[in-house]
């Protein structure tokens, strides 16, 4: 598809008016140990969206998680996605009043913002059905063009267990079903942690005994999501990121060291600080989450979730 024109030049979309859509998204956790800017997966913590076009202006209200804090004018992230998605499409964003009702922490490694520019791409897909065709590459291209990395917004906006990455013709992913067994844990703190920090603390190379380390490590996690859980513990070694961001959570890099050595496949979920623990059973994950209750010093959130298998969805209100 054509780049968007210039603002000033974009049309309204034809036949819209009054069209009234729901958006549900997942919460995510990309990395999950060694699989770094690759392998994300979705899990059934949503963020819900009622968008409807309207005569004039634009009206947000937010409930939950955010409220009070996040913008309330076309700078909200999830605006921004629409009206990016919007006039890649080669149209302006309508008048819209956007409700959110946000579960997914922020700043916690949890997807956020990726769900936010997901939903924007969902809302773009929603208002403009039968008029823009979005297929599984765009809806892809378009969140990763403001997220700037898939491994992210593929689990957001497919659901599952998600391979993502780039090719000269743009973003690809392979969706996979995790297997049954895997009953996944996460672990919230109180405090946040800043994705473009975390990044800063890794260095630019890495020795090739860790890079070889890795790669054999994210293949045995593929294997051990949709076949083998109880590889998972082996499968979950980390030695391109998490190490080198433990100095800007150390609480986090405690827990998951105990985690560990108790025999849960512990990781930092995303850019942290939230701990995710990839459990084979409901009893584990009852023990891990016992087990940070037990050694934590400051507060911590314990989220049993299911993985979630469709990803973003949107249809008429």
Do not use: C
Not at 19 to 40: E, Q, Y
Not at 106 to 121: E, F, M, Q
Not at 130 to 154: C, K, M, S, Y
Request: aromatic fraction near 4%; glycine fraction near 8%.
């Amino acid at each position: 598809m054509a780049g968007a024109l210039p603002e000033q030049e974009l049309a309204q979309a034809p036949g819209i008016a009054g069209r009234s859509i729901l958006v549900k998204v997942p919460a995510t956790s990309a990395n999950l140990g060694p699989g770094f800017d690759t392998l994300g997966l979705a899990l059934a913590q949503y963020d819900e969206l009622e968008v409807s076009v309207i005569d004039r202006g634009l009206e947000i209200e937010v409930h939950g998680v955010g409220a009070g804090e996040v913008p309330l004018d076309d700078s909200h992230l999830v605006v921004r996605a629409a009206a990016h998605s919007f006039a890649r499409a080669g149209y302006a964003l309508p008048p819209i009043r956007l409700v959110a009702r946000n579960t997914i922490p922020h700043g916690r490694g949890l997807g956020s913002s990726g769900a936010a520019i997901v939903a924007g791409v969902m809302i773009a897909k929603g208002l403009l059905d039968g008029i823009v065709e979005f297929d599984a590459d765009r809806l892809l291209e378009l969140a990763t063009e403001l997220e700037g990395h898939p491994d992210n917004v593929a689990p957001a906006l497919f659901g599952g267990l998600t391979i993502a990455w780039t090719t000269p013709e743009g973003p690809r992913h392979k969706k996979l079903i995790v297997h049954r067994g895997v009953s996944p844990l996460v672990l919230v703190p109180e405090h946040e942690m800043s994705t473009a920090l975390a990044r800063s603390l890794q260095p630019e190379q890495v020795p090739h005994e860790d890079a070889v380390f890795n790669v054999s490590r994210s293949a045995l996690l593929v294997a051990a999501l949709i076949q083998s859980p109880e590889l998972l513990l082996a499968a979950t070694e980390d030695k391109l990121h998490q190490n080198y961001r433990a100095q800007a959570m150390p609480e986090t890099d405690a827990l998951i060291r105990a985690l560990r050595a108790a025999g849960h496949p512990a990781v930092v979920s995303g850019a942290g600080p939230s701990i995710l623990v990839l459990a084979s059973d409901p009893a584990e994950r009852a023990e891990a989450a016992a087990l940070v209750a037990e050694r934590a010093e400051t507060a911590w959130q314990a989220l049993p979730l299911a993985v979630d298998f469709k990803g973003a969805t949107v249809h008429a209100a």
